[in-house]
């Protein structure tokens, strides 16, 4: 979300003049930032927004920041079939980091001379698609950044991309003139990435001198001031950055499932380790939705009337409320079943205790029954009777069975309470054995 100063338009105007076409591409990126780690300050303070600036500084705990915002030569930016006859003016690139550590990378151009539609698109066609391919330098994107931010692990790209087409100079006439046919064929090239389609992007509004039209992937914006594109760029950034949650959070929900069901404990104490890890996992998941979506999904950030719909249309196109709601159903019976398993394993580990407490009362009652002959067998040797012979020890073998008659109805006692008590622990089986699966949610078709 760079600067570009080629937008021109009056002071607290949202509408303005491009001279230059702009293009951000935002790829989501797999691994974590630590969100307590150095930043370059906030967003509001680095880009501008305009009238927008009071809303976001009140914002600003829940908002992405700069962890890395670097220009770098034209030249230096390598696509794997070129740039397609576009000439790229300025490039910059912008690692931005959500407080929950999700990493948005941000892909900023600017093109010099004429900006064919369909040499834009090819461009777009090939940061999309190729962009494992996208150098820097002589290095690999990725790789070049993962170096730079000082990364344990190396950087990825993950599932997401959005586009955002600010065009300038003929694209933007092109794109604004009165010729509608001809705006429906260049938007709908652009949206779909040049691909053969007989949809049309939906119009976001168009009053004469701006237009907004998005698709899944892409959107264009034309006629707006630099304040309203770093607004609309922000917008895409916390749209793309929930997504990426979204399909994060899905597959963690999936893997809590699969450990629930594969987990092989052989002790109830194993077992409570398991609930504690699933449900510090589950907290996770639920925190997640909560400051890695919901929090970007709604218009609180920026209250405009442009920026809601632009926000609303592309969280409808994205379908990320219906996946919302079916990720929250998910972690809601996943955590059932937790809790579940967790009442299972109390209950059955104060069963236990009782036949333990039973079993050892009974012991005690025996052992007191069984005390007479220990009893008399010392009274036997603290007489002065014929039979004990003073010259002997009382451990000669004369004296065998008297001991035996005195300690192996003790020693029987102490193995039969021994193997009860074993068995009353391993008696809670039931709580070893996996809980029932958690019923699967169906993602949305499009989200």
């Not at 150095?38 to 705990?61: E, I, N, T």
């Not at 168009?206 to 006629?223: E, M, N």
């Not at 499932?257 to 194993?270: G, L, W």
């Not at 979506?293 to 969280?315: G, H």
Request: proline fraction near 5%; hydrophobic fraction near 45%; include cysteine.
């Amino acid at each position: 979300m760079i600067s570009g100063t080629t937008a021109v338009g009056a002071a607290g105007l949202d509408s303005g003049t491009r001279r230059l076409t702009r293009v951000l591409v935002l790829f989501s990126l797999s691994g974590a930032l630590d969100a307590r780690g150095p930043s370059l300050g906030s967003l509001v303070d680095r880009f501008d927004f305009g009238r927008f600036a009071l809303h976001l500084k009140s914002s600003q705990a829940v908002l992405p920041v700069p962890v890395l915002v670097e220009d770098v030569t034209p030249g230096e930016l390598g696509l794997p079939h070129g740039h397609h006859g576009l000439a790229p003016a300025s490039a910059e690139l912008a690692v931005l980091a959500t407080p929950r550590g999700d990493i948005t990378l941000v892909l900023d151009c600017e093109f010099a001379g004429r900006t064919a539609a369909d040499a834009l698109a090819a461009w777009l066609a090939d940061t999309c698609f190729d962009r494992d391919l996208i150098t820097l330098g002589d290095r690999p994107l990725l790789d070049v950044l993962s170096g730079r931010l000082a990364l344990r692990e190396p950087l990825a790209f993950g599932q997401n991309v959005h586009q955002l087409v600010f065009p300038g100079g003929e694209l933007r006439e092109e794109l604004l003139g009165a010729d509608a046919a001809r705006q429906a064929v260049v938007l709908t090239g652009i949206v779909h990435r040049g691909r053969t389609t007989a949809a049309e992007p939906p119009h976001l509004s168009s009053h004469g001198s701006t237009l907004s039209a998005h698709g899944r992937g892409v959107s264009v914006h034309a006629g707006w001031a630099e304040h309203v594109e770093n607004g609309l760029t922000l917008v895409a950034v916390g749209m793309v950055s929930a997504l990426a949650v979204l399909q994060r959070t899905r597959l963690a929900a999936f893997a809590a499932m699969r450990a629930n069901e594969r987990a092989s404990a052989s002790s109830p104490y194993e077992v409570r380790s398991l609930i504690s890890r699933l449900s510090a996992g589950v907290n996770e998941l639920q925190l997640d939705l909560a400051f890695g979506v919901e929090a970007y999904v709604d218009a609180l950030l920026i209250p405009d009337s442009v920026m809601e719909t632009f926000q609303s249309s592309l969280r409808d196109a994205l379908g990320i409320r219906d996946s919302l709601e079916n990720s929250a159903r998910m972690v809601e019976r996943l955590t059932s079943v937790i809790s579940a398993r967790s009442a299972a394993l109390d209950a059955e580990l104060s069963e236990r205790d009782d036949r333990r407490d039973r079993t050892v009362s009974v012991l005690v009652a025996v052992a007191t029954l069984i005390a007479l002959p220990p009893t008399l067998l010392l009274a036997f040797f603290g007489v002065n009777a014929t039979t004990v012979n003073p010259h002997r020890s009382v451990f000669d073998a004369r004296y065998l069975p008297a001991y035996l008659l005195a300690w192996v109805p003790f020693l029987v006692l102490a193995m039969i309470g021994y193997v009860r008590i074993i068995r009353a622990g391993r008696r809670s089986g039931s709580l070893l054995t996996p809980a029932a699966p958690v019923p699967a949610q169906r993602p949305p078709s499009g989200g």
